[in-house]
């Protein structure tokens, strides 16, 4: 199984959902042996949504904040200028490209979130399928994936229903090529179907340009399939205040420096949580590493250690856990492992070998997967130094940690208080230095809560 896959995890209305190959390819296997069950997924005629043939007509295109839907226009239109000072800052723009005086597509645009999108636009002015692209280190757009709605009626709302009709995703290996896409799709029944496919199998009748140059700004319809002579409305010098789009980003942590201050929360229904800080046994790191996993599975996986290294030594451990007020009922919600103790100036989602946020979609991280409720900290030295039935014991007896003198490692274990995938996240002090590790357990009250 794909370690990165399986860690990708996603929030979803407050919920977690972990992003895994299992139970994909089982579907895989019964679109190769073509069998007609009853009931059976039909895996040549997926959802796919019409993609719009190549033109080679005259292309208008108008430089703005975005598109609006209900009233079919441009939102705060912009000069071509604007539009060049805003892609060589990052900063948001969109296209809007019209063709015999309709418009055909729409892209938006966000370098500093590595981020480009074609829409392409039907008659009634809705956006039906998007193909967004990540942009790469070495100034290459390669596709991220495509999205795609189709709609009952005329007149039914834009991007109706929570989900797509139809999802592509492509997975890539370190270099960025491409491996297989990922494809989630809602049935006939409403039934909703996933599995992979090798990227040869794309399911659409046309696949979208999969690797190519970063557009210049007068050169989006070309992606989107415009090879027409190009002109540009005149708009206002002016940059826009609002856009009707946001970029996509992975997940950030919420409230995580305020948690580590001990900070009262309220909730959205009006109850104050206070955080309590719990000393632990300091971990040790004899190499300097640190490897995060839920201890009942590492005799089946190998979850590798985080890429971001300390000196070696021991370092204090301290869980952070939360109670309603008036009550003694606790519960953890937070593990931090201090490096440096200097404050905090940025935080970073913390790395495996292999993992890329260029493969993270809107709230997504990378997990640590959990099944047993726990989570260990130790150097990945001591792996293979702790036998399954002592990580049995240590839990029958409350033990939270265990010893190894022949590695000189030792392994902290914290309650995650349930299973899911945990992010870990890398502080950085104003100069850079690791400041500290802290494992989030999401905890859904506090994510959502306001600082009292």
Known sequence: MDARLTRRTVIMSGALAAVTAGGLLALSRARESRTALPGAPDLDNLPVADVPAPTGQPVEIVYCAGWDATTRAPVSPMAESVARAQDAAGAQYAAVLRVDGAVRAVVEVCWSAHHAEVWNIDAAGRRYRGVAYRRWPDGRLRLFGVRSWNYPEPDTPELDGEEPTFQARVTRDGIGATETIEIVAVQADGSTLQIHRAWSEWPEQQRPPENVAVPSVESWPSLAGMAGPVTVRTGPAVVPTEFPWRPPQPLRPRNLTELLAGAR???????????????????????????????????????????????????????????????????????????????????????????????????????????????????????????????EDAFATDRVTLSDPATGTNMIMVSTGGDGAFPVWLGRAEDGAISCFVLDFLDNDLVTATPD
């Open 265 to 391: 929360f309220r909730t959205s229904d009006g109850r104050v949580l206070t955080v309590e800080r719990i000393p632990a046994d300091p971990v040790r790191l004899p190499s300097g590493r640190l490897l995060v996993a839920d201890p009942g599975l590492l005799g089946t996986t190998d979850p590798g250690a985080l890429v971001a290294t300390v000196p070696p030594g021991e370092y204090p451990v301290e869980v952070f856990q939360a109670k309603e007020n008036g009550t003694s009922v606790a519960w953890n919600v937070a593990c931090r492992v201090t490096v440096t103790g200097a404050p905090v100036a940025s935080w970073h989602l913390a790395l495996r070998e292999g993992d890329d946020e260029l493969a993270l979609g809107d709230g997504e991280f990378f997990g640590n997967p959990v099944d047993g409720a726990t989570l260990a900290l130790f150097d990945p030295t001591g792996v293979k130094a702790y036998a399954q039935a002592e990580i």
